[in-house]
């Protein structure tokens, strides 16, 4: 039974098997056995172990007996015989002691033996494989070693980071101006300078907003005018500098904008804005561009309406010489007419472009004015016009003062009353009225109203440039209008005309300051 | 000069100017129809047959156009685009006499199709020579298609 057991146990075992008895013959043996003895298995069967060993017979008899007395395998080493003279085969065995069945009195030792050889092969593969993990083991340990000293001086490179990002933020809140950074994906604001909450009206630390919601005004979403693309490069890197002028639509303040992408503390790109407000220089170079184009406009009329009469006069001069051969002394009469008329309006002219001039400034300091008064003493100084032309006119009492050039306002009652009788038209009793109305926004509008000849929508800016008549036989040089707006234009208010058209008469209406306005240099 | 009548649409503010124009054209025989108005307002309204000239039949369109730059109501440039971009008046030729020597004026008048730009001369002597040259060639030597 224990043999049948053994031959169906060992028979796929690649290592040599043998079933040995208490006194050491050799019972059954597996095919591996007789491969590695180079022997007929049956061959094997009841020889003595000690004869196919050349280890020692007392060494083979002593394994032995420890094998039936261990519970636990008993390794060794064994020397075996082979069928080739001089051949031995070293082995390392285990012997495991079998307790038999009920037909076996004693028990027996089941031998196991490897090749010395075969299991060296296996032990250097072993050691190598110790090796490398021994080597892997110390490659880990400089690895954990070297991750440690590399966070440790990320650690020291964070606080340094950190004490710098704080220096920074220290210095960008001293500067007088706009400073901010925004996240470039979500458009959060990371960092607000005191100027730029003082300046924006930010009274929290302002992180953590939208940037577009917080610091302009009215915006649906990310502003249109945004710089956010000029700022990184096709990789997504950050790009130079990016300059622009831009009126904040929060405050109105134009600002020099220097705007960049840079790298912040928690290694996102960001937005970074340094705004300097330059207000005051865009306001000094619009009233400058205003100054030019008024000059520029004024240079040319001046040129054009001075030259006209000098032509008419030369003109005229030189027909003179003519007419005096042919003794045309009516032509020359009448012509001697068109010269004199040519000068006197080149007087007129020059007179104008002077007071013009005068009025470049306002002169006099801002006082209360009650345009009631005023009109009241235009009136006064226009009665012999008003009487020659049959005229009503009509002053509401006690409109608004203002507060106001009274010189120049006066003269500019006196200069709306004028043109209203002047242009009068065919009315047998032309009806003027001066009075106060209160516009839709509140303000005070005065105007000077008449039902003369009216004036078409078309023509109503025409009206108020330099030396602009719309008829030309008219008297005047056509600068009064130009003189008024500007006047009224230098007190910071408005002037302009309205009228139902042709012979529906004309409402001139302006305004002026309230309250005294304290003049900025 | 021919025996030709041929119209010129005087378009000039300044009396005095008008005058000028109107002897210098008379004593060189240069012998036409000049008619004048007095702001661009008025020019349109001949040209197009309107406003005061909707019944008129002699109404005739001019052979030349002789226009004033600033001028009351509409002024000359404006005058100059409505008829420049009018089919049926674009071909009238069309010069400008002023007596604006501006760059701006010069550039803008030829950017809108405007065929001569004359400065007024203050020389009386230049003056007339003008005219008469001005004369000679449009209605002299030019042909246009309305002839």
């Known amino acids: ?521 | 000069m021919s025996g030709e009548s041929l119209n010129i649409l005087l378009v000039e503010d300044n009396e005095d100017h008008a005058e000028l124009i109107q002897r210098s054209f008379r004593e060189n025989q240069i012998a036409n129809k000049i008619y004048w108005v007095k702001d661009g307002e008025e020019a349109l309204d001949y040209l197009f047959q309107r406003g005061v000239y909707a019944d008129k039949a002699d109404c005739l369109l001019p052979h030349l156009i002789l226009l004033d730059l600033r001028l009351p109501k509409v002024d000359g440039i404006e005058v100059l685009k409505t008829i420049k971009t009018d089919d049926q008046l674009k071909s009238i030729p069309v010069v400008v006499l002023t007596s604006s020597e501006s760059e701006k004026d010069i550039r803008k008048v030829y950017q809108y199709y405007a065929n001569s730009y004359l400065v007024k001369p203050i020389d009386f002597q230049q003056f007339t020579r003008l005219m008469r040259d001005l004369g000679f060639y449009w209605l002299g030597w030019n042909k246009n298609p309305f002839r």
């Open chain 1, 1 to 521: 039974m224990l043999r049948q057991c053994f031959d169906e146990f060992t028979r796929s075992v690649v290592h040599a098997c043998f079933l040995i008895s208490p006194g050491g013959i050799i019972l059954r043996s597996n095919a591996a056995a007789a491969q590695m003895l180079g022997q007929d298995g049956d061959l094997l069967a009841d020889r003595n172990i000690t004869q196919l060993t050349t280890t020692p017979a007392e060494m083979v008899v002593h394994y032995l007996k420890r094998c039936l007395q261990s519970r636990e395998p008993v390794p060794g080493a064994l020397r075996w015989r082979t069928d080739t003279p001089g051949h031995e085969v070293d082995c390392y065995c285990h012997g495991y002691r079998l307790l038999i069945s009920s037909d076996e009195q004693e028990p027996v030792v089941l031998l196991h033996c490897q090749l010395r050889e075969k299991a060296g092969n296996s032990f250097a593969a072993l050691n190598q494989t110790l090796e490398n993990l021994r080597l892997s083991h110390h490659k880990l340990i400089d690895k954990s070693n070297q991750l440690t000293a590399e966070i440790l001086e990320r650690e020291e490179v964070q606080k340094k980071l950190a004490e710098s990002h704080e220096r920074l933020t220290t210095v960008l809140d001293g500067l007088d101006a706009v400073v901010y950074v925004a996240d470039m994906q979500t458009y959060e604001l990371m960092f607000l300078n005191k100027y730029a909450k003082d300046n924006l009206g930010i009274t929290d630390s302002g992180v953590g907003k939208i940037c577009w919601q917080t610091l302009q005004k009215d915006q649906t979403g990310p502003c249109s005018f945004c710089t956010n693309p000029r700022l990184v490069d096709a990789a997504g890197n950050p790009a130079d500098v990016y300059r622009w002028e831009f009126q904040n639509t929060q405050n109105n303040c134009w600002y020099d904008i220097r705007d960049r992408a840079i790298r912040w503390i928690d290694g996102r790109i960001v937005r970074m804005e340094i705004a300097t407000d330059i207000t005051k220089r865009k306001k000094s170079e619009q009233v400058l561009e205003q100054k030019n184009a008024e000059l520029e406009n004024f240079t040319y009329t001046i040129s054009h309406d001075l030259k006209s009469p000098i032509i008419t006069i030369k003109g005229f001069l030189g027909s003179l010489v003519s007419d005096a051969g042919t003794g045309d002394f009516e032509r020359m009469e009448a012509d001697v007419k068109r010269i004199a008329r040519a000068a006197d309006k080149m007087q007129a002219l020059l007179d104008d472009v002077l007071e013009l001039s005068r009025i470049g400034r306002l002169v006099n300091p801002a006082a209360e004015l009650s345009i009631t008064e005023a009109a009241n003493e235009a009136i006064e100084d226009l009665a012999a016009f008003i009487k020659e032309k049959n005229a009503v006119i009509t002053v509401e009492a006690d409109m608004p003062p203002v507060f106001v050039d009274c010189h120049r306002i006066r003269e500019v009652l006196q200069n709306l009353i004028e043109n209203a009788l002047k242009y009068s038209g065919s009315q047998a009793e032309p009806r003027i009225e001066v009075g106060s109305k209160v516009l839709a926004d509140g303000q005070c509008a005065y105007y000077v109203k008449d039902n003369g000849i009216g004036i078409e929508a078309k023509f109503y800016d025409k009206i108020f440039g330099l030396f602009e008549k719309l008829d030309p036989r008219s008297a005047g040089t056509g600068i009064g209008l130009a003189l008024v707006k500007r006047i009224i234009e230098l007190h910071g208010g408005k002037i302009w005309v309205e009228s139902r058209g042709p012979d529906q008469g004309t409402t001139f209406y302006f305004t002026l300051p309230r309250q005294r306005i304290v003049q900025e240099d």
